[in-house]
């Protein structure tokens, strides 16, 4: 047989065995998207507001904003759309994180829509690649069974639960912190000089979309060194994707570092360590701890199996313990959704100690992993699991109401709320506008200041008078009040509500409560005729340090 057949003979039978799996592969990430989907269905996210976390309406309003900006074909600059957009929209958090998800989000609005179907589909479709990650890495070392376990063990995770049906960029950061550290083991592996390059590659990007990536920076000389490769750091390459993450990342960081430390940091405690610590290594329940320390530590004895390469578990423990150094040297509070973004790596190593654990009684290192997936799922399902249901608040419907047509006449409102974030109303407004027309300014920029985290504040408002000069002088047609009680009630939201409660030239045309408790949302109109200013002015100098202006009247 000639050369040429033999090669043609060897291309056909890779591309038989090529195809199926990435049928199946396909057919378990559906799987993964519909389990989600399900979860973001029974969580009522599909109808509620994005008020399932504070930072929601932002990652919204600023993917919404990236959106906006390439349908004018970038017809000015973009800080001056930037800021024109935040006057009408005060929720844009444009440099408080990365811009890789706001990008992702852009562009996926001009392939479908800014609806809020479309933009929780696409958190789905993230959601379900960090499970079909998850159960693609246990596949491959323990077969399909056992990954397919994994995969699942991950949706039932409770901060997964959650953040799976939130506007957030956790779970893409995790995602592409899980391709960095397999990229970085399999270039421990083999010394290729491609999967380095991929790891700058995933971590850059990483880095780009929250800070939180950052743990990338202390990973790879612990995992090369628990993976025997120590002679790897004398290649040039090995630097190389620190060079990439600094030129490409780096800039970034520095320009908004400004930003950022406007926030007031919430310094690591104790607590706070011990929090990272215990979290991450109990993130599958107080039960696998055992099992996780063992898979930590099998890499270190002779007796334990090797299923797994000896570079892929470095790397599991590396990033296990990158992860927990860094939360706990960088300011910051204890959050469960950034411990999630550990998870492929926890099952993995859970999988390695229950496997070692399990050898000794049973013969098959599959049934063993089998055994012990099938157990922990059963076992931490049946503890942790429940349908998380986002928080009802009446604002969509308020929203609805407010504009029941796109082409609604330019409207300034002022909303103010202490128990809900005023942005959750700035996002329900932005949706169903045509963008940039109505004015939603929030009596926390206008009436008060105060900074990213509320730890500076200042009332401006001495008096019932002076709102109602601020009110007149601004052009406000509605004010929004959340009138839900607050345990430390703020000054100026306190005066709003019971000025615009008293005054003849007000009248509560709308009040919204959900059937089974929960917010309260006033509506009140101003009866007479509004005189609109030329242009709105926002204070922002506690966190842009300036002062930022829209005209009024603009076309949109």
């Known amino acids: 047989m000639s050369l040429s057949r033999i090669g043609w003979a060897r291309a056909t039978h890779s591309k038989r065995i090529i195809a199926p799996e990435v049928c199946r592969q396909a057919a378990i990430y559906l799987a993964c998207f519909a389990l989600v989907a399900t979860s973001q269905f029974l969580s009522r996210a599909y109808s509620l507001p994005f008020g399932g976390y504070p930072d929601e309406p932002g990652h919204y309003l600023t993917g919404v904003m990236l959106h906006d900006y390439a349908l004018s074909g970038f017809s000015q600059n973009p800080l001056q759309f930037a800021e024109r957009f935040y006057v009408h929209y005060p929720a844009i958090s444009f440099g408080m994180w990365g811009p890789s998800f706001h990008v992702l989000e852009a562009i996926w609005m001009l392939a479908f829509s800014e609806s809020r179907l479309s933009i929780l589909l696409l958190v789905g479709a993230i959601a379900a690649g960090f499970m079909w990650c998850t159960q693609w890495m246990i596949g491959r070392i323990f077969g399909r069974a056992p990954g397919m376990l994994a995969g699942f063990l991950v949706w039932l995770i409770p901060a997964f639960q959650i953040y799976s049906s939130a506007v ?88 908004y570092s400004w930003l950022v430390w406007n926030i007031a940091p919430i310094y690591v405690t104790p607590q706070i360590a011990y929090s990272y610590a215990s979290r991450t290594i109990a993130l599958l329940g107080a039960a696998t701890t055992p099992f996780v320390l063992a898979g930590m530590a099998s890499g270190f004895f002779k007796t334990a199996p090797r299923t797994a390469p000896r570079a892929l578990w470095a790397a599991a423990v590396s990033l296990t313990l990158s992860f927990i150094v860094y939360h706990c040297i960088t300011p910051g509070g204890f959050e469960p959704r950034y411990v999630l973004m550990t998870a492929p790596w926890i099952v993995l190593l859970f999988a390695l100690g229950v496997q070692w654990a399990a050898t000794a009684f049973l013969p098959s290192r599959r049934a063993a992993i089998a055994v012990g997936l099938i157990a922990a799922t059963v076992i931490y399902g049946a503890v942790n699991f429940r349908v998380y249901r986002k928080p009802r608040l ?155 202006s829209a005209p009024v009247g603009a076309a949109p």
């Not at 960029?169 to 421990?188: E, H, K, N, P, Q």
């Not at 010394?191 to 920076?217: E, P, Q």
């Not at 430390?488 to 709003?496: D, E, F, Q, S």
């Not at 919204?512 to 009866?527: I, L, R, S, T």
């Open 168 to 255: 957030m960029a956790d779970l893409l950061t995790g995602t592409f912190i899980f391709f960095s550290v397999y990229l970085w083991s399999r270039y421990l592996e083999s010394g290729r000089h491609s999967m380095a390059l991929g790891f700058g590659l995933f971590a850059t990007i990483a880095l780009l979309t929250k800070a939180n990536a950052g743990c990338l920076a202390l990973f790879p000389i612990p995992a090369a060194v628990l993976a025997g490769r120590t002679d790897l750091l004398r290649e040039r390459v090995f630097w190389m994707p620190a060079a990439m993450a600094a030129l490409f990342a780096g800039p970034w960081y520095a320009y």
């Open 394 to 548: 009446p604002y969509a419907e308020a929203a609805r109401d407010l504009i029941p047509v796109r082409t609604a006449p330019q409207t300034i409102f002022i909303v103010s709320s202490e128990t809900t974030p005023e942005t959750v109303m700035v996002a329900e407004i932005a949706m169903r506008d045509r963008r940039p027309n109505h004015f939603v300014l929030r009596s926390s920029k206008i009436l008060a200041s105060m900074n990213w985290g509320g730890d500076r504040y200042e009332n401006k408002m001495r008096n019932d008078a002076q709102i109602g000069e601020t009110l007149r002088s601004l052009g406000v047609g509605a004010v929004i009040i959340d009138a839900t009680p607050s345990v430390t009630p703020w000054p100026h939201h306190v005066a709003l509500r019971r000025f615009v409660s008293s005054d003849p030239e007000w009248r509560l045309t709308h009040k919204y409560q959900e059937v089974d408790g929960g917010p309260v949302v006033e509506v009140y109109a101003f009866k007479g005729v509004v005189k609109m200013p030329r242009k709105i002015d926002v204070d922002v100098r506690y966190t842009l340090r300036r002062v930022l």
